[in-house]
């Protein structure tokens, strides 16, 4: 499955494996995963939110912008939601081309869009409370990088 | 009938993950407008519609999008995966 959404952890190494092995032939393989990160060192969990339903659609819509747009083999999302401990990982992207840069940018378009395009919410649990991730202005105006001219 | 799904902190301030509700609305944003008058804290948790976004039947959507027809209509702050 080239998109998936789940609470449970997922092995990175089985899964680049996996993809790998399903994309022979292809002269390139770009991966990237998400962790939960612990600025302060105050985070007790991350909990992310989705909108079940909706969220497969809008990761195999942006998947298939990226199939369409750069020369593939193929392309992968796995996302998950439910509560995170620091450093676990919250995500993966992978991608497979004949050359390295469709690969790459593939997977940086994949990463811009899933930032503010694809329906999950994230929620910093801390020591003193809890508080709801702001969207930042930069992860919109990313997307302004990929507009067609 | 139309479900109305909120996300988030819509949903906390709101109380609810989703109502179902009676509505004339032709528009999203005249939804919200009824939305308002429902309690004091639907009137607070759409007071700053530049942090709000909208799905209609599961597509990103704008507030002046027609709603006639739709089944499920969801609002939630700006998305924040990856």
């Known amino acids: 499955m080239s998109v998936r959404v789940q609470s449970e952890p997922f092995d990175m190494g089985a899964e680049v494996d996996a993809f790998t092995t399903r994309v022979a032939g292809a002269g390139a ?18 909990e992310i939110e989705h909108y079940p339903g909706m969220i497969e659609k809008a990761l195999e819509t942006i998947r298939a912008k990226a199939m369409d747009r750069w020369s593939l083999a ?60 702001a969207a930042k202005d930069q992860d919109e105006s990313a997307l302004s990088r990929w507009k067609k001219s | ?52 976004r909208v799905a209609v039947d599961q597509e990103l959507s704008e507030m002046s999008a027609e709603i006639s027809g739709a089944r499920e209509i969801a609002f939630f702050p700006p998305m924040t995966g990856g």
């Open chain 1, 74 to 133: 193929d392309a992968m999302i796995i996302h998950r939601f439910g509560s995170l401990r620091p450093g676990e990982q919250i995500m993966m992207v992978a991608t497979a081309a004949r050359h390295r840069a469709d690969a790459f940018k593939a997977a940086d378009f994949l990463m811009d869009y899933l930032k503010s395009r694809a329906p999950f919410w994230k929620k910093e649990v801390g020591k003193d409370g809890a508080e709801w991730v």
């Open chain 2, 1 to 52: 009938m139309i479900d109305v799904l909120y996300f988030a902190w819509l949903r906390e301030r709101i109380g609810a993950p989703r109502e179902q509700i009676e509505t004339s609305a032709a528009t999203v944003a005249e939804l919200v407008e009824e939305l308002k008058t429902r309690s004091d804290a639907h009137a607070l948790a759409f007071s700053d519609m530049a942090s709000v």
């Open chain 1, 29 to 46: 393989v770009v991966t990237f995963s998400g962790l939960v990160r612990d600025d302060g060192g105050t985070l007790a969990a991350m």
